[in-house]
């Protein structure tokens, strides 16, 4: 069966400080990968998504970045972090579109 | 524009009634669309989904929804609530041609009182 792990589950980082959060999936080969923020407990703000090794799409402008390494590893990144970029981060997985996709339990990200 | 519609940010409900949670959405030609919960700090988890076929589609833990195309609703159903049942509820649509990305609604809390 396939899973998706994603780590850290919590974090606190001072502002201006580098991020990186780490997604995986097993069981599966070339899913789609997506990165979703959920800020406030409520709606989900989707941040990237990756169809294939090195090849992502960025939804919204922002201070991140994610990057595509290997086939099921998904990485959310920032050189400099803002305390806007707080929130509870999401990875998800997916393939034929009428598939759900399949989430991993989250980084929940505090900046002071 | 392509957008999903959870108009109750809370629904109360006490155990053992029935729930409904809803959902319209407004997208051109057939989505598919999908139900999913999501319990504190966790990530969300698939309930259901309609792609075709029966208007009345079951999912997990005792949930079904009803697609209902002149109105273009998927309201979320339940005929026996349970406290375990309280959570945030999610629905999302695939619009059809698009194979990549899921437009979410904002929401709807379930709080089930004992």
């Known amino acids: 069966s396939q899973t998706i792990h994603q780590w850290p589950a919590t974090l606190v980082q001072p502002v201006g400080s580098p991020l990186s959060l780490e997604c995986t999936v097993e069981?599966?080969?070339?899913?789609?990968l997506y990165w979703y923020r959920q800020a406030a407990g409520r709606g989900l703000q989707l941040l990237f998504y990756s169809v294939g090794i090195g090849q992502i799409s960025s939804e919204v402008p922002q201070n991140l970045s994610a990057s595509r390494p290997q086939d099921r590893q998904f990485i959310l990144s920032s050189k400099k972090l803002l305390l806007s970029d707080s929130g509870f981060y999401l990875c998800a997985w997916g393939r034929r579109q009428n598939q759900p996709q399949h989430f991993g339990d989250g980084t929940r990200l505090s900046i002071l | 524009a392509q957008s999903v519609a959870q108009p109750e940010d809370q629904v109360n409900v006490a155990e053992g009634n029935p729930l409904t949670v809803k959902c319209t959405y407004s997208v051109s030609g057939n989505p598919y669309l999908f139900w999913y919960v999501q319990y504190p700090n966790r990530g969300l988890q698939f309930l259901l989904k309609?792609?075709?076929?029966?208007?009345l589609v079951k999912g997990s833990y005792g949930f079904e929804a009803e697609f209902n195309k002149s109105q273009t609703s998927f309201h979320l159903k339940k005929p026996s609530a349970l406290v375990s049942d309280s959570a945030l509820y999610f629905c999302?649509?695939?619009?059809?041609?698009?194979?990549?990305?899921?437009?979410f609604g904002t929401g709807t809390r379930l709080q089930v009182f004992p």
């Open positions: 999302a649509v695939r619009p059809p041609r698009n194979t990549d990305k899921l437009i």
């Open positions: 069981g599966t080969s070339n899913p789609n």
């Open positions: 309609y792609i075709t076929g029966d208007n």
